[in-house]
C-alpha cells in the first residue's frame, strides 16, 4: 500500500519551455503532497507544500511564478516548471500523506522522481 | 535553527559486516525523526521513524535505529549488510504537528564483496 507515482521519470526539453510533472497517490487520498529539489549528491530541499483544493505553501526563496503547483483533487498533484531553464535542471520528487489536516502524524511516502534537463 | 547532521559522507562496508550510520539532530524539543533509503535515480523508501516511546526502533530491511536524548542521535544499524543495501541513506526530523521535514545531507554505503 501507499503508492505514489510520478510522472515523467526523465524529461529533457529545450530552454524556454514549460514542463509539467505529475504526483499521484496511487492507493490512498492525499489531501497534503509535497514538493522537493534535490541537486547532484545534495540532500532534498521542501519546495512546497501542496493542500488539495487551495494554494500551494512556498518555501522561502521559492518563486511561486516559477514552479506552480495545482492539487485539484484528493489524489493529484502537478507541479510546472515555466519557462524553463538550465539552472532549473534538477531532480523533483514529489510525496503525500494520507488523511485531512489532522493526520499529520501519518508519513509521509514519496514517488521516485522526475529528473529534468533543460538544454 | 532546526538541524540534522549526517557527519559521514560515503562509507564502505564489506559485504557481511556490521553497519552504522550516525544521525544527530538539534531541535528546540524532541523530534520526529526517520530514516529513509535512496536507490540511485529514485525516491525514497521509508526504513523506519521515531515518534515517542521505546527508543530502538526496528524497520524494514533488518534495519533499526536508537534514539540517544542525551546525544541528540538516531543513528541506524544493521548488524549485517547485503550488497542490496548499497544506497544512498538520508535521516530526516520534524517536529510535532509541523509537517516539514528536514533532511540530512545524506551518506552514500557501498558494500564491497
Known amino acids: 500500500g501507499a503508492v505514489v507515482s510520478q510522472h515523467p521519470s526523465r524529461v529533457i526539453c529545450k530552454s524556454g519551455t514549460s514542463v509539467k510533472i505529475e504526483c499521484r497517490s496511487l492507493?490512498?487520498?492525499?489531501?497534503?503532497m509535497f514538493w522537493y529539489r534535490q541537486f547532484p549528491k545534495q540532500s532534498l530541499m521542501l519546495m512546497a507544500t501542496?493542500?488539495?483544493?487551495?494554494?500551494?505553501?512556498?518555501e522561502q526563496g521559492v518563486e511561486k511564478d516559477k514552479f506552480l503547483i495545482n492539487h485539484a483533487s484528493l489524489t493529484l498533484s502537478t507541479l510546472t516548471v515555466t519557462s524553463a531553464h538550465p539552472e532549473d535542471s534538477s531532480f523533483y520528487i514529489c510525496?503525500?500523506?494520507?488523511?485531512?489536516?489532522?493526520?499529520?502524524?501519518?508519513?509521509?511516502?514519496f514517488g521516485d522522481g522526475t529528473r529534468l534537463s533543460i538544454l | 535553527a532546526q538541524s540534522v547532521t549526517q557527519p559521514d559522507i560515503h562509507i564502505t562496508v564489506s559485504e557481511g559486516a556490521s553497519l552504522e550510520l550516525r544521525c544527530n539532530y538539534s531541535?528546540?524539543?524532541?523530534?520526529?525523526l526517520f530514516w529513509y533509503v535512496q536507490s540511485p535515480g529514485q525516491g525514497l523508501q521509508l526504513l523506519l521513524k521515531?515518534?515517542?516511546?521505546?527508543?530502538l526502533v526496528q524497520g524494514i530491511k533488518g534495519f533499526e535505529a536508537e534514539f540517544k536524548r542525551s546525544q541528540s542521535s538516531f543513528n541506524l544499524r544493521k548488524p549485517s549488510v547485503h550488497w542490496s543495501d548499497a544506497a544512498e541513506y538520508f535521516c530526516?526530523?520534524?517536529?510535532?504537528?509541523?509537517?516539514?521535514?528536514?533532511f540530512g545531507t545524506g551518506t552514500r554505503l557501498t558494500i564491497i564483496p
Open positions: 501542496s493542500n488539495e483544493g487551495s494554494k500551494a505553501t512556498y
Open positions: 521515531y515518534f515517542s516511546g521505546d527508543t
Open positions: 510525496s503525500a500523506r494520507w488523511g485531512g489536516p489532522g493526520a499529520t502524524n501519518q508519513p509521509q511516502h
Open positions: 492507493d490512498f487520498q492525499a489531501t497534503t
Open positions: 531541535y528546540g524539543a524532541t523530534p520526529y
Open positions: 530526516a526530523g520534524r517536529l510535532r504537528g509541523n509537517e516539514k521535514l528536514t
